[in-house]
């Protein structure tokens, strides 16, 4: 007979979850498939080839534009230097996840299938119980991924903002001066770049419209990096904090009359002490596979802050169209590093909860084998489950606010070499 708890765990499975589909989605676009056993990665490479080029191709039209512009002001390139950073980061992204496919996969199908969860023959036990304990852990799960969810899908809604404006805003400055101003009636291009071309007496090689169309897309494999990387991150730490409410949950319960009859409580703390064992590795997986990536996304976020901060003031007497347009890309990169910082405390502080959980369950009333394990819980635990970033610190609230100290100084410090 199959575990009660493997069951509910296919079931939980099978329901949709809308968060983690668009991340799939996100890192497919640029050639990542993260989920094999969903999709083909037949044209993967194809599709990778296919990114790079476009990318660089815009990379270096902005640097083209940077160049032409260097010796005017800052002003006039500073937007060109945000979108070479942003689209440079997204490249490199692509080619670290490509680099860990096989680990990344493996840590989205045990997230999504409850790998650390099955065999763990918790349920096996003849607990008086069962179902209410199943109940608890089950409700534990379902909404720890509505906060997922929730949470990605916030993310989504923010980061199409400035995807949106960047898509939309020729459009816009097109039927502005053709109808309102009735001055010109020229496209203009989505955003100031050189895009180098050919040309063949009338003809131009590629066209204008090509060209137009491959700075259209910039802001689109922008997004596929940023929310697909990112979200990932949000998706397997959330869930990783969720495995610890469970495990602490198990353990607070642990010497419990109701549920664990004395004669089973050895077995049981045996079952919490394997599950315990199960999130470490779990957490060292999703530590090598984001690891050094972290540094390069928030020594960039700090560059782009810094900039955005510059740009803001700039446009300050300009008018509130262009403030809230510079805001939102503002708000965009903000939250990208926030996310960061802020799931990663999430399982910082459930780790640090669970150390107190091992010491408060009545464990002094036990047998010498349970209290023996819990011993060695403590001392197992008292190393708190953190992310570094790149092995120099440490993901957290603290190291969110270095950040934006950090990019505030190098604002106050561009602001002043500018003036003079």
């Known amino acids: 007979m199959q575990d009660p708890l493997d069951q509910e765990l296919e079931r939980i499975d099978n329901m949709p979850k809308l968060g983690l589909l668009w991340v799939e989605y996100s890192a497919y676009a640029l050639g990542v498939n993260i989920a094999p056993r969903k999709r083909s990665s037949k044209y993967c490479r194809v599709t990778r080839f296919v990114v790079l080029i476009v990318n660089l191709s815009i990379i270096y039209s902005l640097i083209a534009f940077i160049m032409e512009n260097y010796m005017i002001s800052f002003e006039t390139y500073v937007e060109a230097v945000l979108l070479t950073f942003q689209l440079s980061v997204g490249v490199v992204k692509m080619f670290h996840f490509q680099s860990k496919v096989d680990s990344c996969s493996k840590l989205v199908f045990s997230t999504e299938t409850g790998q650390v969860l099955k065999s763990l023959g918790l349920f096996e036990l003849d607990l008086p119980k069962k179902r209410e304990l199943l109940r608890a852990v089950s409700l534990i799960l379902l ?3 509505l906060i997922i969810d929730r949470q990605v899908m916030f993310f989504f809604k923010i980061v199409c903002m400035p995807v949106l404006y960047y898509t939309m805003r020729p459009y816009f400055q097109y039927i502005y001066d053709c109808y309102i101003v009735k001055d010109t009636c020229e496209m203009t ?8 071309y050919l040309q063949l007496g009338k003809f131009e090689l590629p066209s204008y419209v090509i060209r137009f169309f491959l700075l259209q897309s910039g802001p689109l494999w922008c997004f596929f990096a940023v929310f697909g990387f990112n979200s990932l991150f949000v998706v397997l730490t959330r869930y990783e904090s969720g495995l610890i409410k469970v495990l602490r949950f198990l353990v607070q319960n642990s010497t419990s009359d109701v549920l664990v009859p004395r004669d089973l409580r050895v077995k049981y703390l045996q079952c919490c002490v394997r599950l315990f ?4 590795n779990h957490h060292n997986q999703i530590e090598n596979l984001f690891k050094y990536i972290i540094l390069v996304q928030c020594s960039v976020s700090s560059i782009l802050i810094c900039m955005l901060l510059y740009k803001i003031s700039t446009v300050l007497e300009v008018g ?8 939102v890309y503002f708000v965009t990169i903000a939250l990208e590093i926030s996310l960061y910082n802020v799931s990663a405390q999430k399982v910082e502080t459930q780790s640090e909860l669970l150390f107190y959980d091992w010491y408060n369950c ?4 036990e047998s010498k084998e349970f209290k023996f394990m819990i011993k060695m819980m403590l001392l197992f635990s008292r190393r708190t489950l953190v992310l570094s970033v790149g092995g120099f610190t440490s993901l957290s609230h603290k190291f969110l606010v270095q950040v934006f100290r950090l990019s505030a100084n190098f604002f106050l410090l ?3 070499m500018n003036n003079k």
Do not use: E, H, K, Q
């Open 277 to 280: 064992a199960r999130i470490s």
């Open 143 to 145: 909404d720890n991924w």
């Open 189 to 196: 291009l989505t955003y100031p770049a050189i895009v180098p």
């Open 414 to 416: 561009l602001r002043n």
């Open 320 to 327: 509130w169209v262009w403030m809230g347009m510079i805001m």
């Open 362 to 365: 009545s464990w002094y009333n």
